[in-house]
């Protein structure tokens, strides 16, 4: 199933980003944000990172490209046989189609949908026989949210924004998802 949404997910950016890169109003940024991730399964949130470089092309699309660091999920559990503690942390790329609805000259919102290629770092430690397990897994995954953006001025904006990664859509819900609230800035090159 991953395959089979990554192809036109991938053809789309691919062919937007033709159309419009041809367009005089096509302009670069770079981004960053911090923010605090659930997700499920762990009762702790954790700090995400985000930073990355996008086009815009004209007032309502935009092309970005992203590192993000879900942060490292932690959570314990006591058994008859004594406690087991894990530890959960993604990383990886995310490619997001954003569009922008400008609100004023100040002000606007967005939406966006991409796919999020992420790598999966998991350890466990079993305190009853002073055993642990590592494990590590890489998949490509739906990626949606929203935000909101003040220009502070022609270069600098200020963003909000909430995003899901939806790994239950192809994972058989094995992380189920991970809910995302951050705040960051765009500056335009």
Known sequence: MRKLLTLPFALTLAISAAYYSSSAYAESYLTGSVGSATTTGFAEDSTTLNFGAGARFG??????VSYLDT???TASETYNDGQLD??????????S?????PLSDDLELYGK???YFWRADINSYAHADNSS????????????????LMHLSKQL????EYQIIDFAADNDG????TDIASVGFIFKL
């Open 59 to 64: 007032d309502f699309f935009a092309l970005e």
């Open 157 to 160: 904006a200020l963003k909000a």
């Open 86 to 95: 894990s530890s959960l942390k993604f990383t990886g790329l995310n490619v």
């Open 133 to 148: 397990a590592s494990l590590r897994l890489n998949d490509a995954d739906l990626t949606y949210g929203g935000g909101v």
């Open 71 to 73: 942060g490292e999920f």
């Open 113 to 115: 949908v991409g796919q």
């Open 174 to 177: 094995a992380f189920g998802s």
């Open 97 to 101: 189609l954003i569009g922008h609805l």
